[in-house]
């Protein structure tokens, strides 16, 4: 079955202490991307990757790294976790359908830092 | 900038149709999309619209693009409470850097009383 999958799909964490949320998609696709998504303010981009060994940020990056070493993985790394990157966090891989992007989004994780 | 509203908060009755408006600022804009958010899940591609274009029906789902103004709309026939749902306006921005980046509004939350 085509999909993204993200792990975990739940974290409470302290402030400080490192952590990543994985992201993985079966479908061969190479733009992915990292999204939060928080009340009011919808989904912003913190990351995206339009391929093996590029990445690149969004709109959102301070406080998360990201890395592409192989097409199917894009894990979100969060160095130093503050209560502010308390979120939803979505995952996203897409492809190119003629001019347009079919994006697909994995099922979220929900991160909690106190 | 870019910028995608939406209206917060929607309620209908079962049977009615519901009208789902979102408003956008980047001319550039190649595709727009609605997106469905379950609770608990990731978001579901609902359907979208070429620039290009002016309307475009796919079943229950009407959707109105009126492209002078920047607006968008969803009109769902017969709405069931199995729609409820947060829905997402979101226009993937780039022009021909067809970087697949999507711009999200803040989702407006379609209640469906029986």
């Known amino acids: 079955e085509a999909q993204v999958t993200q792990n975990p799909r739940y974290l409470i964490t302290v402030t400080g202490k490192k952590l990543t949320v994985t992201c993985s998609q079966n479908m061969n696709h190479e733009y992915m991307s990292w999204y939060r998504q928080d009340p009011g303010l919808g989904l912003r981009q913190i990351y995206y990757?339009?391929?093996?060994?590029?990445?690149d940020k969004g709109d959102v990056p301070e406080g998360y790294k990201v890395s592409r070493k192989e097409k199917r993985n894009f894990p979100l790394i969060l160095e130093s976790p503050s209560p502010n990157q308390t979120s939803l966090y979505f995952c996203a891989s897409s492809y190119k359908k003629g001019h347009n992007y079919e994006q697909y989004f994995g099922p979220g994780t929900r991160l909690t830092v106190t | 900038g870019e910028d995608v509203e939406q209206s917060l908060f929607l309620s209908v009755r079962e049977g009615d149709s519901s009208v789902i408006n979102c408003t956008y600022t980047d001319s550039s804009s190649t595709y727009l999309y609605w997106y469905k958010q379950e609770p608990g899940a990731g978001l579901q591609l609902l359907t979208y619209i070429f620039s290009n274009m002016d309307m475009k029906q796919d079943q229950r789902l009407t959707v109105l693009l009126n492209k002078k103004d920047k607006h968008l709309s969803l009109r769902i026939a017969d709405t069931q409470t199995g729609d409820s749902a947060i829905y997402f306006c979101a226009e993937r921005i780039g022009g021909s850097s067809n970087t697949g980046k999507l711009i999200f509004g803040q989702g407006t939350t379609l209640q469906v009383k029986p």
């Open positions: 990757s339009m391929n093996v060994e590029v990445t």
